[in-house]
């Protein structure tokens, strides 16, 4: 009963992926742990940490395994056959006979366990259990959670399948091992590949572990009917007199396989919020009442739906910026969507399901499970053009204008969620956790307590007990006769344009041609390159000479696939005194379109107007907080930078324009901007004169 689709092309990249319908029925996060540890040895390769040997033994061009709401896949990719075959063979073990089914040791490591501390309390600890209590601590996350818990209260989707640091501790080693016999089965599995994979070898590795089954029980997930309900959640946040609360609206759109009105509500996200500038987003911007906003379809569900998220406002004011949203859509819905809007971004749009990112066969895979996953077909969402075409010919007519009011004129399952800053919420979660261990040990017997003690014992054990050589040897290995010894070379072109050394890579891009633009900046010390960082939001999003930023965004997203700028720098290898730091842009354009993107690139660096000091101010209070996020999300990035950087003059300009060094200057140039703004544009202005100019 499994199922398999096989992208078959001439890349040498080859990617299996098999991915099991895992739906969950709590908060436990067991599919998470189960994510986890699957992938700590199996009866063929009995070694502790497999994925951490393969890193070590294979020429891997991706090895991981991610945890989605209603799927856990586990992808593989290399352009070596061998060790294609290699790690198909390792993660098929993993999955359909891992060392979990006799070894709860792997399920205390990765889900979670009791410990003793020093006073003899009980404690929480554990892989997943640890994780998910620095992911639920952002509040980006505990909104996207939240508002999908209100929007599909019947189905799977009202769960967290990373799981809620107060539930977790709920799973039982049996109900974690019951799940996997339910759910990890052929039957339930789907197995996608894509490349020039050896089909025979591939084919006998999958029927070596398929044939020992029968035919399973299919997972069901079933769709959800809107409704509309309302909820407040809170969050840690410090009382430092700013406001910070955030409201979310979300409400079920379409189903899965409706993929042209999916594309069309994408498109009309990016007119209506795509910028600053854009109609939806000034409007709520000019009320003053509100810092950011962003507005999304969250797809690869069952059911497609609109999320709007307004962050950093008083929460009293949610009920007029609500207001000026249903005004505006409103107007929009009976003035008619500019049409030169809804072309730029559907332009925007068709260059991007044209430019795969990579590993683009992982990309396939997940967009082919958008719609296999729940019955449809794998090819839905990897062919664009007759859906492109479509979009064009609906700006034709009021269809946009239809489902922008179904969106937010209409209020017909509309869910509304209010986040809450509170300066007691983390206190209160450690407590709530405090006051049920205390109850867990209160009801335990001095032997149970003792049980504990051993367990944890013999667990510290089986953790420092190294692999024996045996088991490492089980893992396959690449010999260095099926590894070409000649290195796969780009021809390289170099030209000079009045002065400049110009590089070019001939590539097949599709159509595709990739820019980029390096600048010196090593005149500027490492105080005024952290400055120079915020260039990177500032810079086509501001007005030049020629536009207002509105026309600006709206010619790069007609002409334009992507544009981008950053301060970066270079070193050579194993140089730790020196580097180059650099102004930076990336473009991508089609190959017709390069001289607009010329002339574009030039203008943005030459004629920006930094005297918009209100619009300045708005970019930087929304990067603040982004930062600050990523902050509360990946902590330990910042940390790796500061620490990196007392090493090499490379990672001390990394830390400078994107750590904790970063970060505290966003905040002081926020606290501060009417004082700091004169001298930061000036800064700006004369580094780009000199560098670019």
């Not at 709920?170 to 759910?183: A, K, V």
């Not at 967009?367 to 794998?378: E, H």
């Not at 953790?463 to 099926?482: C, G, M, R």
């Amino acid at each position: 009963g499994t199922e398999l689709a096989w992208v078959k092309s001439k890349e040498a990249n080859k990617l299996f992926c098999i991915g099991f319908k895992t739906i969950p029925e709590d908060d436990t996060g067991v599919f998470h742990i189960l994510e986890h540890s699957v992938l700590c040895g199996s009866d063929k390769y009995p070694v502790k940490e497999p994925f951490v040997e393969l890193l070590k033994s294979s020429m891997n061009t991706f090895l991981n395994a991610m945890t989605f709401p209603d799927k856990t896949l586990y992808p593989v990719s290399s352009r070596n056959e061998q060790d294609f075959l290699n790690l198909t063979s390792v993660y098929l073990d993993a999955v359909f006979a891992p060392t979990i089914r006799h070894e709860p040791n792997i399920y205390r490591q990765e889900g979670w366990h009791y410990e003793l501390d020093g006073e003899q309390n009980l404690t929480y600890n554990g892989v997943v259990f640890n994780e998910m209590k620095g992911a639920m601590s952002s509040v980006h996350r505990l909104a996207n959670s939240g508002i999908t818990n209100l929007m599909y209260p019947d189905n799977c989707y009202q769960y967290n399948s990373g799981g809620d640091p107060a539930v977790i501790p709920n799973l039982s080693y049996q109900q974690f091992l019951e799940t996997y016999q339910r759910c990890y089965h052929p039957t339930n599995a789907r197995i996608f590949l894509d490349g020039n994979i050896p089909v025979e070898k591939t084919f006998a590795l999958l029927d070596e572990y398929l044939s020992r089954y029968e035919m399973g029980e299919k997972q069901v997930l079933l769709p959800q009917t809107p409704v509309s309900q309302e909820k407040t959640v809170t969050y840690e946040a410090a009382n430092d007199g700013t406001p910070k609360a955030w409201f979310v609206m979300g409400k079920i759109l379409d189903s899965f396989d409706d993929k042209t009105k999916t594309l069309a509500r994408q498109v009309l996200c990016d007119v209506l919020c795509g910028s600053n500038d854009a109609p939806l987003k000034r409007a709520v911007l000019e009320t003053g009442l509100c810092q950011d906003m962003t507005l999304g379809i969250d797809d690869g569900l069952i059911q497609t739906g609109m999320v709007l998220t307004l962050q950093n406002m008083e929460d009293e004011n949610a009920p007029k910026l609500e207001q000026v949203i249903r005004d505006c859509a409103k107007t929009l819905v009976e003035n008619g969507i500019p049409k030169e809007k809804l072309t730029a971004s559907i332009n925007a749009l068709s260059f991007q399901v044209r430019k795969m990112q990579e590993p683009q066969g992982l990309i396939r895979c997940m967009n082919a499970l958008n719609s296999w996953l729940y019955g449809g077909d794998p090819m839905l969402y990897l062919h664009y053009n007759d859906s492109i075409a479509e979009l064009r010919s609906m700006v034709e007519t009021d269809t946009f204008e239809q489902l922008l009011k179904e969106m937010l004129v209409e209020e017909a399952g509309l869910c509304k969620l209010h986040v809450l800053p509170s300066e007691n919420h983390g206190a209160q979660l450690r407590q709530a956790e405090s006051d049920r261990l205390a109850a867990e040990k209160a009801a335990m017997t001095e032997e149970e307590v003792q049980q504990i003690a051993d367990t944890f014992t013999a667990f510290t054990a089986w953790q420092q007990k190294p692999d024996t050589e045996e088991a490492l040897t089980s893992l396959p290995k690449l010999a260095l006769s099926e590894i070409n010894p000649e290195p796969v070379l780009m021809a390289t072109q170099e030209d000079a344009c009045q002065g400049v050394t110009v590089l070019r890579h001939k590539a097949g891009c599709n159509g595709i041609v990739n820019i980029n633009g390096y600048f010196r900046l090593t005149d500027r010390s490492l105080e005024e390159l952290t400055q120079l960082s915020l260039l990177g939001k500032l810079l086509g999003s501001l007005p030049t000479a020629a536009h207002t930023a509105d026309q600006l965004q709206n010619e790069v997203k007609t002409w334009l696939g992507d544009l981008g700028f950053g301060i970066d720098c270079v070193s050579k290898m194993g140089d730790n005194e020196q580097c180059t730091p650099m102004l930076t842009f990336h473009c991508s354009v089609l190959q017709e379109n390069l001289h607009k993107a010329e002339e574009l690139i030039y203008e943005i660096l030459t004629s920006t107007d930094f005297s918009q000091h209100d619009r300045i101010k708005e970019i930087l209070l929304q990067t603040e907080t982004e930062q600050q996020q990523r902050g509360m999300m990946a902590g330990h990035m910042l940390a790796f930078k500061a620490a990196l950087a007392q090493f090499s003059a490379g990672s001390a300009v990394q830390e400078a324009t994107s750590g904790i060094t970063y970060t505290q200057w966003l905040h002081s140039l926020s606290k501060n901007f009417d004082a700091q703004i004169g001298a930061f544009t000036a800064l700006v202005n004369s580094s780009l004169s000199a560098a670019v100019c």
